[in-house]
């Protein structure tokens, strides 16, 4: 079982920046992909944002060459480098860490959210 606290969200103008922090408890933190979701008010979650062991990254296209994530094993942290931010990023953002388990199949782990806000 992993926990995750997401912090670093806030309120912020446009063409500013954040960055998203997720501490991960727990053990085996290089076994996961992991993930940015974001959901705005009277929105579906979207995948914003994926690493995957061994480094590989993608991001959907609103957010490629804004938004970076990266991860560090040794703090057990992921996160997610916003630039450039417009009221259109105004959501609650949520990490998601994936196991997958031989038997199980896919374990999925989520945090409770940070709120990002966008004025414009």
């Known amino acids: 079982q992993v926990q995750l606290v997401e912090s670093g969200g806030g309120l912020v103008h446009t063409g500013e920046s954040l960055r998203l922090s997720c501490a991960a408890s727990?053990?085996?933190?290089?076994?996961?992909?992991m993930g940015w979701y974001r959901q705005a008010p009277g929105k579906e979650r979207e995948l914003v944002a994926a690493?995957?062991?061994?480094?590989?990254?993608n991001y959907i296209d609103t957010v490629k060459g804004r938004f970076t994530i990266s991860r560090d094993n040794a703090k057990s942290t992921l996160y997610l480098q916003m630039n450039s931010l417009t009221p259109e990023d105004t959501a609650v953002y949520y990490c998601?860490?994936?196991?997958?388990?031989?038997?199980?199949?896919?374990?999925?782990?989520w945090g409770m959210g940070t709120q990002v806000t966008v004025s414009s």
């Open positions: 690493i995957y062991k061994g480094d590989r990254t």
């Open positions: 727990g053990s085996e933190f290089s076994m996961y992909d």
């Open positions: 998601k860490f994936r196991l997958w388990d031989a038997s199980l199949g896919p374990l999925d782990y």
